[in-house]
């Protein structure tokens, strides 16, 4: 889920606990977890409603100052998916990839889960070189560096960054505390 960063704050502090949306099909479940701005949210509740149905309350629930406001924002839709936000705090991303005290146990489930990652053609130890050797570096040249495609090897890193061990820069990449832990012990 997209939201400007203005809205950002708002989610952080309660202010906003609703969106709506005109997609074709839901784009969010209730119970999952969203990554917005370096938050961490969670839809309460999923539904499909009617744009004439949407109240004035509901509109400032969404951050808008009216409910025409929200009815130009979402267009000619007759129904819109309406999602209950509720904030959970950081970006579970960010809280990992800051702690680099990584415990024995730990470090044993990060290696299986990169050995997983490396069935069929081993990536993941060569990627993290990559992005050590070379931080900030535009991903167009680390994939070249890999002999991978860009969005192939984007993908890739976005696995890493998931595990907390790699943080994207306006321009390329580099390891997180965490990240710079597990390479070390992978030798």
């Known amino acids: 889920m997209q939201f400007t960063a203005d809205a950002w704050p708002r989610l952080a502090d309660g202010t906003i ?30 539904d499909l409603v009617a744009v004439a149905t949407i109240s004035a309350d509901e509109a400032r629930r969404a951050g808008e100052e009216s409910v025409e406001a929200l009815r130009r924002r979402l267009g000619d839709a007759e ?24 415990s024995d146990d730990e470090l044993v489930a990060i290696r299986a889960r ?49 595990m907390g061990l790699t943080e994207s820069l306006d321009v390329g990449y580099r390891l997180s505390p965490r990240g710079e832990v597990v390479l070390r012990s992978l030798g």
């Open 114 to 162: 990169l050995a997983r990652l490396d069935r069929g053609r081993p990536w993941t130890r060569s990627t993290l070189q990559l992005i050590d050797r070379y931080p900030g570096i535009v991903s167009t040249k680390l994939a070249q560096h890999a002999g991978m495609d860009r969005p192939a090897f984007k993908l890739n890193v976005r696995k890493l960054k998931e």
């Open 17 to 46: 606990t609703l969106t709506f949306r005109a997609w074709t099909r839901p784009q969010a479940k209730v119970g999952g977890h969203y990554r917005v701005g370096g938050l961490l949210l969670e839809a309460t509740a999923v």
């Open 79 to 102: 129904t819109v998916w309406r999602v209950e936000l509720r904030y959970l705090g950081q970006d579970d991303r960010i809280t990992r990839r800051q702690d680099n005290s990584v």
